[in-house]
């Protein structure tokens, strides 16, 4: 692709990695990525329309329903498609499912718009993780083929050491820190045949090491807090966002946040 691109419209597909969280701004709202990676490209082309379809906790037959068609509709330069995580995460993963909707996903994006953007997500280390990391590797392979089959690009950022530390992922130990969601920016941005503004890919500094105790402590106001309940979420089919609404839901010229 060519450093010169001119991408004048990018609308974003997904779940709470793509609305923003936990890049939180002064006024209770998430950021994201995707707000970041609209920003720059809002300030390289005049007239910049954004939209960000995205809702936390969405599977993917619910981003095929909600928001696919919506966003084929738009006919953007730029589409990013992140979905089925959070399927790989349920009780009752279908894998030839979700497989399924995810291609039928792809096959209504990738000719409505410019250039189609895939993922592979980010996977911190931790037993949660663990126990989810074949699901998800045999996601991710998947992924690569769809893409290769209808053109589309794919971001890498599960093969990302850094992303895997988790200073860049939030005390919920599920979404990304402000400078994890900075760097997942820079990634896209550079697949896109955008010239780079830094190496998003750069290790952290080496890590100060805790007491075990402090560890443990953290273990178990992590499992209060955020495990238990998102577990009871898994176990009766309730999700964060539902009755959410999107968070920019038309194509309309990029406004920045107040900060």
Same mark, same amino acid.
Not at 1 to 18: C, I, K, R
Not at 110 to 124: D, E, F, T, Y
Not at 180 to 195: D, F, I, N, S, Y
């Given at each position: 692709?060519?450093?010169?691109?001119?991408?004048?419209?990018?609308?974003?597909?997904?779940?709470?990695?793509?609305e923003?969280?936990?890049?939180? +701004?002064?006024?209770?709202?998430?950021?994201?990525?995707?707000? +970041? +990676?609209?920003?720059?490209?809002?300030?390289?082309?005049?007239g910049f329309r954004y939209a960000n379809l995205a809702v936390r906790g969405k599977?993917?037959?619910?981003? +095929?329903?909600?928001?696919?068609?919506?966003?084929?509709?738009?006919?953007a330069d730029v589409v990013t498609l992140v979905g089925g995580l959070n399927d790989t995460l349920r009780p009752k993963y279908d894998m030839g499912r979700v497989h399924g909707l995810l291609e039928e996903a792809v096959e209504k994006l990738?000719?409505?718009?410019?250039?189609?953007?895939?993922?592979?997500?980010?996977?911190?280390t931790g037993p949660v993780m663990e126990r989810f990391r074949p699901r998800m590797e045999e996601l991710f392979g998947f992924i690569d083929g769809l893409a290769a089959r209808h053109g589309a690009l794919v971001v890498d950022l599960y093969g990302s050491e850094v992303l895997g530390d988790q200073r860049l992922w939030d005390v919920d130990?599920?979404?990304?820190t402000a400078e994890?969601?900075?760097?997942?920016?820079?990634?896209?941005?550079?697949?896109?045949?955008? @010239?780079a503004e830094d190496d998003w890919q750069s290790l952290l500094p080496p890590a100060l090491r805790t007491g075990w105790a402090s560890r443990r402590a953290g273990d178990l106001r992590f499992a209060r807090q955020y495990l238990g309940p998102w577990i009871g979420r898994?176990?009766?089919?309730?999700?964060?966002?539902?009755?959410?609404?999107?968070?920019?839901?038309?194509?309309?010229?990029y @406004?920045?946040?107040l900060s």
């Open positions: 692709m060519e450093m010169n691109a001119n991408y004048t419209s990018f609308v974003a597909l997904g779940d709470s990695f793509t923003g969280m936990s890049d939180l +701004l002064p006024d209770g709202s998430y950021r994201g990525w995707a707000d +970041l +990676l609209a920003g720059r490209l809002a300030a390289r082309s005049p599977l993917i037959g619910q981003i +095929l329903d909600e928001q696919v068609d919506v966003a084929a509709a738009m006919q990738a000719p409505s718009c410019g250039r189609l953007v895939l993922m592979r997500s980010p996977g911190r130990r599920l979404h990304l994890g969601h900075r760097r997942v920016a820079e990634a896209v941005w550079q697949k896109l045949g955008l @010239e898994r176990l009766t089919g309730r999700s964060s966002g539902d009755g959410r609404p999107a968070k920019r839901p038309e194509l309309l010229p @406004e920045p946040p």
